[in-house]
């Protein structure tokens, strides 16, 4: 009889009888961990080698992924490798353009563990994980076993309520990584540069989901150990890569270039031309911003005739955007709004002008620096402030 109160004892609070509150303290402090080690460990040192990492904090990252959600180095770099390389076309793996924001949202964890049952994509993109001892007859042969005895850890401190947190830490990465990065991270947000894909960032603060919440920063600059790069954003992420590094524990290997500006040069030459390739992204962001602002001057003017402002608003929303990243649905809009602004037409015809100098593929380096000056020269003399402004600011670009 005693023996069996004291199972029923242990069954009702576990080994600790802790509290509903040190519970979910300790839910908290262990699903923090797992998103750390996706981030620092998964993506930022093993997918895109933006950082090395010491082997104790590196194998730690290793177990701990193990025992909390079963996942394989060679599967998880090889998925995401795919998913850069082929972004927002039907060979992504989960890309809600592609497959709907429905679909990976709701079964993105599906669409992984589907993608990592091809042989091809993890020969051609898990290349230079880990194959180890450890790694060979234990986190891959066993991937399984490990929530196995995470579950019987947590029924061991807490009892029944072992369970609840068990299965918290099983729905963690599906729905934050899975779901929330792969799908709200391609569909819903802000964009502080104008990648090729789709990319955004859910917040400017990455604290839930260990900064990858600022997930167009990451697809503009994949290799950085750094995704943060406003000033008012924040990615605790970061914070533990210089906390080790401090230690000893990390190298960092890359972090998103800074553009400099020095004297404005009399006519842009070829390190103008160097800058303008290297900072592309930077330096579209700022002609995004004149674009933007010349769109409010042009809508302060309508509302001061009292005139119907909801075109000249949609095109606002989507005129620094790169074409293909229009809708359909708005561009006969759109054509008719910069026929009838030609400072807005002006502008975005540069633009388009501008970004061509990177894409072209033919033209020799002393072509493209005299296409550069030729630009800045017409954007001067353009009678346009800021298209004035951003070109000599551009002359005193450097890389």
Known sequence: ????????????????????????????????????????YLHRHQAHRALDLHALPSHFFRFWLWLTTGQVTKEWVGVHRKHHAKCETMEDPHSPHAHGIKTVLYTGAELYRAETKNKETLAKFGRGTPDDWIERNLYTRFSWQGVGLMLIINLALFGVAGLSVWAVQMMWIPITAAGIINGIGHYWGYRNFEAPDASTNVSPWGIIIGGEEL?????????????????????????????MEIMGLASVKKVPPRLRLGAIQPVADEKTLEALIAHRYEVMAGFARELRRAGKAELALLEAKKADVSGL???NRWLHRDEDKVPAAARPQIAQIRAEHPVLDKMVTM?????????????????????????????????????????????????
Request: glycine share 4%; net charge neutral; charged share 20%.
């Open 351 to 399: 633009r388009e002008e501008l970004r061509q100098m990177w894409l072209s593929t033919s033209a020799s380096r002393e072509q493209l620096a005299a296409d550069l000056q030729g630009w800045c020269h017409r954007a001067e003399e353009s009678g346009i402030a800021a298209l004035r402004e951003f070109s000599m600011k551009l002359r005193a670009a450097r890389a």
């Open 1 to 40: 009889m005693i023996l069996l109160d004291a199972a029923l004892d242990w069954l009702a609070h576990g080994l600790f009888a802790a509290s509903w509150w040190q519970i979910v303290l300790y839910t908290l402090a262990v699903t923090h961990i797992t998103i750390l080690s996706v981030t620092l």
């Open 215 to 243: 997930h167009n920063n990451h697809h503009t600059y994949p290799t950085s150990a750094k995704f943060s790069v406003k000033p008012y954003e924040f990615d605790i992420g970061w914070g533990y890569i210089r906390a």
């Open 313 to 315: 608003k949609l095109a």
